[in-house]
């Protein structure tokens, strides 16, 4: 079999990082119908570690044509996330004094749920995103919308039209793109002079550390450091001048950078991250070794967890048809005979199946129907949101569970 080639600098992958078998596309709810069809597939999961950029990224056996032009994930579902969006554009505004004249464009701008912060405060915005049905929400809410993949083509276009960034957002994107090469040089086409891009990111630190093996799936084609996006700003004359460590998906960077001309001198806080992962060694192959043994053990508590419940005669459901559940638990073998049904509050996904172990979604307000004894949060980064939303359970004794980095359970 040919050694695959990193996707950034081209140099062979000979390093694994961990390999999770074959899983379906983390965001593909398939209906019965398509299960009696045979529709819900599964794809290999494998992920590596280059050793000349640093770059961990998985195997793309499906094209992100296949996973984004129609998607199911609607950022606005999740008030946390919002109120984080809304919390940005204030700091955003009052720190580069964006105001009627300065132009805030978003990449992978979803439902509107950042853009509609800065026009309600009078600054113009456009938001890109590939999948057209999330594009149609968020122009429903006002926020002008153009569906396209975003690369340096489309960057190009934008500039041709006139369109150059104040401020340039991309949360929770840079880790979806194939080529993130192209992705990052677009950057370069739509600022400013002087203008400056933030790229929010889950920091592959947190992952290593926490255990966070859920945030793996074929959607997610790179998992990130600073050592490895600074590697790829550089090579497209861009630069990092200031970070911030955020609470947000198990742990994340606010990346900020500007053109490599433009006068921002580096802040202690980038020289402090990037000092932690020299400490953990994310500058040398060593840093990555050993994560596999540890995700086998975080599997086998969770398999114990379940096997007792069943023994015990508990009834065991979810909370959350997100990605990092569907991964976790087709990772784990799990179907619906050990977790009878996930609650969702998007109607999206209601009346659909989890992909791969074909547990059905259901609708929160019907959790007294079945009053679970254990609701296990599979987004465990939106824990405490989700503990009081579902509080109802403690009127039969029902516990939460969390399952990353290890099974724990616990009162409402």
């Known amino acids: 079999m040919q050694t695959p080639a990193c996707r950034f600098c081209g140099a062979p992958l000979k390093h694994d990082f961990v ?3 074959s899983t379906p596309l983390a965001n593909s709810y398939v209906t019965a119908e398509e299960i009696a069809r045979g529709l819900d597939r599964s794809f290999p999961l494998h992920a590596r570690v280059c050793d000349a950029c640093f770059l961990v990224q998985v195997d793309a056996p499906v ?3 296949a996973i984004f032009s129609d998607y199911a994930y609607f950022s606005s579902y999740s008030d946390s996330w919002v109120a984080h969006a809304q919390r940005y554009a204030e700091m955003m505004i009052e720190r580069f004094e964006l105001g009627p004249q300065s132009l805030v464009i978003e990449v992978a701008s979803n439902d509107g749920y950042l853009l509609q912060h800065f026009i309600a405060r009078g600054v113009p915005v456009l938001g890109v995103e590939p999948a057209a049905n999330v594009a149609e929400a968020a122009r429903a809410k006002g926020v002008p919308t153009e569906v396209a993949f975003f690369g340096k083509e489309t960057a190009r276009k934008l500039a041709a039209r006139g369109l150059a960034a104040d401020l340039a957002a991309a949360n929770n994107v840079l880790a979806h793109v194939p080529d993130i090469g192209d992705f990052v040089a677009g950057f370069a086409e ?14 592959v630190l947190n992952l290593i550390r926490e255990l ?8 997610h084609f790179s998992y990130l450091s600073l050592v490895a996006v600074e590697r790829v700003l550089a090579a497209n004359g861009l630069v990092a001048f200031d970070v911030e460590e955020l609470p947000t998906h198990g742990g994340s960077l606010r990346l900020f ?3 490599k001309g433009s006068a921002r001198a580096p802040t202690p806080r980038l020289e402090a991250v990037r000092g932690a992962e020299r400490a953990a060694r994310l500058d040398a192959i060593e840093g990555y070794a050993g994560f596999a043994e540890k995700v086998d053990a975080v599997k086998a508590s969770f398999v114990n967890f379940l096997a007792r419940a069943k023994a015990e005669g508990k009834t065991v459901a979810a909370y959350g048809a997100a990605a990092k559940g569907n991964t976790f638990l087709n990772v784990c073998g799990v ?4 977790i009878v049904c996930v609650y969702d509050r998007s109607t999206a996904k209601q009346g659909k199946f989890l992909p791969g172990s074909q547990i059905p979604v259901r609708a929160p307000a019907t959790i007294a129907d079945t009053r679970p004894d254990y609701l296990v949060i599979l987004p465990w980064n939106l824990r405490e949101e989700i503990v ?8 039969w004794g029902g516990k939460f569970v969390t399952a990353v980095p290890e099974t724990r359970v616990f009162d409402a």
Do not use: W
Request: glycine share 6%.
């Open 335 to 338: 179907n619906a005979n050990d």
């Open 19 to 21: 390999d999770l078998g």
């Open 63 to 65: 094209s992100s044509e």
């Open 190 to 203: 739509i600022l400013k002079p002087h203008g400056v891009a933030t790229f929010e990111f889950p920091h």
């Open 257 to 259: 950078v500007c053109r």
């Open 212 to 219: 966070q093996f859920d945030t793996i799936y074929h959607e």
């Open 388 to 395: 009081g939303q579902m509080a109802e359970i403690r009127q």
